[in-house]
């Protein structure tokens, strides 16, 4: 409600949180003119409006409150820091790589060039906020999945760079090829109690 609230705030308005709980507690802010600033890129409002109904028993999974059984595959590895850190800009600000003879981009990054052969002469492809289009795509009942089947898709982004990622927000039946996506960073799996972060796609509308 609180990030709602100053989604909407406009400088020199007061902004009253009560939160009662074990008593009742009072927080008074007041908005300066750095609120513009300050405020996330896509509104609190925004992606609520974005979301999707989910069953009652796949929330209470995800909350980690109810205890379902798992696709009949081996479950993933625990994930683990130093290659985590190793592949850092990959990782988590999902950045491939484009060569700088002749142009040909990388997913992930490559040190030697897939087109010309060009050895460390790559540049920083970021591709977080870039998006693509579906060429093709499967829905796996069987991978381990947060929340099954795993939507395989193969996406060709704009400006160049193909690559395999999950599809969120969407059933099997609303895929098709063509259909435009953008990135978004979301939970992979938890194994033993860690989770493991990476980017998937979402299905986007984009105005004509």
């Keep these: 409600a609180l990030a709602d609230v100053l989604d909407r705030a406009a400088p020199g308005e007061s902004v009253l949180l009560l939160a009662a709980a074990d008593g009742c507690d009072a927080l008074v802010l007041r908005v300066t003119d750095r609120i513009a600033h300050g405020r996330q890129a896509h509104p609190l409002a925004a992606q609520l409006a974005a979301g999707r109904d989910v069953a009652y028993a ?90 099954p089947p795993l939507i395989d898709v193969v996406v060709d982004f704009d400006g160049g760079g193909r690559y395999t990622m999950e599809l969120a927000d969407a059933a099997p039946a609303e895929v098709a090829i063509g259909m435009r996506v953008e990135p978004t960073f979301r939970r992979l799996y938890t194994a033993g109690g860690t989770h493991n972060y990476f980017w998937k796609v979402r299905p986007v509308e984009e105005e004509r």
């Design 58 to 147: 796949t929330y209470l999974t995800w909350r980690g409150l109810l205890d379902r059984e798992p696709p009949r595959r081996p479950e993933p590895d625990l994930p683990a820091a130093p290659p985590s850190a190793r592949s850092q800009a990959w990782k988590f600000a999902f950045t491939g790589s484009r060569c700088g003879r002749c142009a040909f981009a990388h997913l992930p990054a490559a040190r030697v060039c897939k087109g010309c052969g060009a050895v460390d002469a790559m540049e920083p492809l970021p591709l977080s906020a870039t998006r693509g289009t579906v060429v093709t795509f499967t829905a796996d009942r069987l991978a381990y999945s947060p929340s």
